[in-house]
């Protein structure tokens, strides 16, 4: 039975596309899967899968890399998937020794922007060459390549063309995933908003629409569902703020669900939002969450991300937006209430769209062929 190790320093050991998707479908094919994530603390299997995750993420490099190392060379894999390039140099002498392949999964901007936060200009500059260097050196390590979005094949598949790859994008499995198509009520709208609460994920830009929204409908009910938390202290502080500044009436904030009820927590909500700042990092990045709003039926208003443009063009089921357009995108919602048989035929173009195109099943066994090959070449 050959055997898979995952490693993975920022991901949960549960994380929805190592654990739920990529470790559960090769498990479903009969390999032996093992996670390491060095986020949190946790020992035992789970789905028959074996977990061995460890709290040492702030903890010194050379810790965490020995702490790689020893799981690694205890469990004797026959292929690693790194989400990290700390992880791929990690275990470079593993691959090396055992001729084992190592598959460095791509999901991330490295380095992110938030790994440059801390640091002053011109000390920003050294660092993110640094990074960028280590990524370089972890692509060189590698032996095959996996890239969740087509925008972050650069620089690994310039660089490293002759390496074997493949394109996963970052779809949703049936299974996770609660239909919830709605027939809209022009007296009342359910807007959601998910995920981390904080200026860069487009909070202030979603509370301003909705704010120019009721300017011009004052004698519609308004609902407004937030699903999710702030992680910063700053970004506490301002998330109150915006509270106090707008003073909405009907607002529930929740905190983040469960994977598995995700789709479950927003099924009451008509509309679903994402108005993200463009920077660079969000405007390469495609939005996981998109393909779940798609999958529960929901249509959608996105900031225009040069990610979701690549790979989706025009979206059948929503709109692509400026986020700081709160005059367009109100008109876009009103457009909705005044015409619910509109809204609902983009409702059901997110469902149809979802089960025809974006979904787990229509890639899994190239995922499986792809790990499969890497361990018999």
């Known amino acids: 039975m050959p055997k898979v190790l995952f490693l993975t320093t920022s991901h949960s050991y549960n994380d929805d596309r190592i654990f739920y998707h990529q470790a559960k479908a090769l498990r479903d094919n009969g390999y032996e899967v093992k996670i390491c994530s060095l986020c949190t603390d946790y020992k035992g299997v789970m789905d028959g899968i074996e977990i061995e ?29 790194g989400s990290e390039p700390l992880a791929i140099v990690a275990v470079k002498k593993f691959v090396k020794e055992h001729k084992i392949s190592c598959i460095y999964d791509v999901t991330e ?7 440059l936060q801390k640091y002053r200009f011109p000390a920003k500059i050294f660092h993110a060459l640094k990074f960028s260097l280590i990524q370089l050196y972890a692509g060189f390590l590698s032996t095959h390549f996996i890239f969740g979005e087509r925008t972050k094949k650069f620089p690994l598949a310039y660089f490293f063309g002759f390496r074997k790859q493949i394109m996963l994008p970052y779809y949703p499995d049936y299974l996770y995933i609660k239909e919830s198509v709605k027939q809209l009520d022009p007296n009342v709208i359910k807007l959601c908003y998910t995920g981390q609460i904080s200026k860069d994920k487009g909070i202030d830009n979603f509370f301003n629409a909705i704010d120019r929204l009721r300017q011009k409908l004052p004698a519609l009910q308004i609902r407004i569902l937030i699903i999710g938390s702030t992680i910063q202290e700053s970004d506490e502080f301002y998330f109150s703020s915006l509270l106090q500044k707008y003073t909405f009436d009907d607002i529930e904030i929740r905190k983040p669900t469960s994977f598995e009820t995700f789709t479950e927590a927003f099924a009451e909500a008509d ?16 939005p996981i969450k998109l393909f779940y709003f798609m999958g529960a039926g929901k249509p959608v208003i996105y900031s225009d ?24 995108i109100s008109d876009i919602i009103i457009h909705y209430i005044r015409d619910p048989e509109f809204y609902h035929s983009y409702a059901v173009n997110a469902r149809k769209e979802f089960k025809e195109k974006y979904n787990w099943e229509l890639i899994k066994d190239s995922f499986v062929d792809f790990v499969k090959e890497s361990i018999d070449q």
């Not at 901007?109 to 790994?115: K, L």
């Not at 979701?308 to 063009?313: L, V």
Request: glycine fraction near 6%; aromatic fraction near 10%.
């Open 53 to 81: 995750s460890f709290a040492v993420l702030e903890e010194s490099i050379g810790t965490k890399m020995e702490t790689f190392r020893k799981v690694c060379l205890a469990f004797h894999p026959d292929c690693i998937i």
């Open 109 to 115: 901007w490295y380095p992110s922007m938030s790994m």
């Open 271 to 286: 509309l679903c939002f994402d108005l993200r700042e463009i920077n660079f990092e969000n405007n390469h990045s495609l």
């Open 305 to 328: 991300l040069n990610g979701i443009r690549k790979h989706m063009g025009e979206l059948s089921f929503g709109s692509l937006v400026n986020p700081h357009d709160a005059e367009a």
